[in-house]
T-cell receptor, first 114, second 111 residues
Framework: DVKVTQSSRYLVKRTGEKVFLECVQD?????MFWYRQDPGLGLRLIYF???????EKGDIPEGYSVSREKKERFSLILESASTNQTSMYLC?????????????FGPGTRLTVL | SQQGEEDPQALSIQEGENATMNCSYK?????LQWYRQNSGRGLVHLIL?????REKHSGRLRVTLDTSKKSSSLLITASRAADTASYFC???????????FGKGTTLSVSS
């Protein structure tokens, strides 16, 4: 059974803290993605990666960075968390050819920044 | 860079009824995908329809695609309480590198 796991379901952090969200997939997928989901705004792409050590900005990369040192792991980093980064964060992976293959999602991390 | 827009935003029906939700998009596509999200969870892929297909079935799901109108519809027949979820359509971004999701239709099925 294919699986995408995220390190935490719920996370509470303070303004200014450095936050790491981890995502691991066991399907040997080339592509990995980070989205945030907010009411009324839907899913918005933050960053994606199509290979180890490769990364591409999505629609809303400001305030975030990513790391992909191993194929199975894609980390999202909030360098200095702010209250407007309170959101649901979803990680996904897919085979090569993001547009033609389905994406597999993790369960999400609900981050609250106080 | 919203590509797909679902309609309606919310839909409430009784068990056994059919549910239809629509998706409109802006640019030409190779395929369109539909996903479901149960409350507070990740998204699950339902079905992919290619641009050269007009209709596709999967169990109680029927998806149609009209490329001339740049629209797609998802029909769930004989709905069940377990179908209560948000449904999203997704198309590829212009660079062909990632999916863009609509804002979703929230479906509520009551017994």
């Amino acid at each position: 059974d294919v699986k995408v796991t995220q390190s935490s379901r719920y996370l509470v952090k303070r303004t200014g803290e450095k936050v790491f969200l981890e995502c691991v997939q066991d399907m040997d997928h080339e592509n990995m993605f980070w989205y945030r989901q907010d009411p009324g705004l839907g899913l918005r792409l933050i960053y994606f990666s199509y290979d180890v050590k490769m990364k591409e900005k999505g629609d809303i990369p400001e305030g975030y960075s990513v790391s992909r040192e191993k194929k199975e792991r894609f980390s999202l980093i909030l360098e200095s968390a702010s209250t407007n980064q309170t959101s649901m964060y979803l990680c996904a992976s897919s085979l090569m050819g993001a547009g033609v293959n389905e994406q597999f999602f993790g369960p999400g991390t609900r981050l609250t920044v106080l | 860079s919203q590509q797909g827009e679902e309609d309606p935003q919310a839909l409430s029906i009784q068990e056994g009824e059919n549910a239809t939700m629509n998706c409109s998009y802006k640019t030409s596509i190779n395929n369109l995908q539909w996903y479901r999200q149960n409350s507070g969870r990740g998204l699950v892929h339902l079905i992919l329809i290619r641009s050269n297909e007009r209709e596709k079935h999967s169990g109680r799901l029927r998806v149609t695609l009209d490329t001339s109108k740049k629209s797609s519809s998802l029909l769930i027949t004989a709905s069940r309480a377990a179908d209560t979820a948000s449904y999203f359509c997704a198309t590829v971004n212009q660079a062909g590198t990632a999916l863009i999701f609509g804002k979703g239709t929230t479906l509520s099925v009551s017994s």
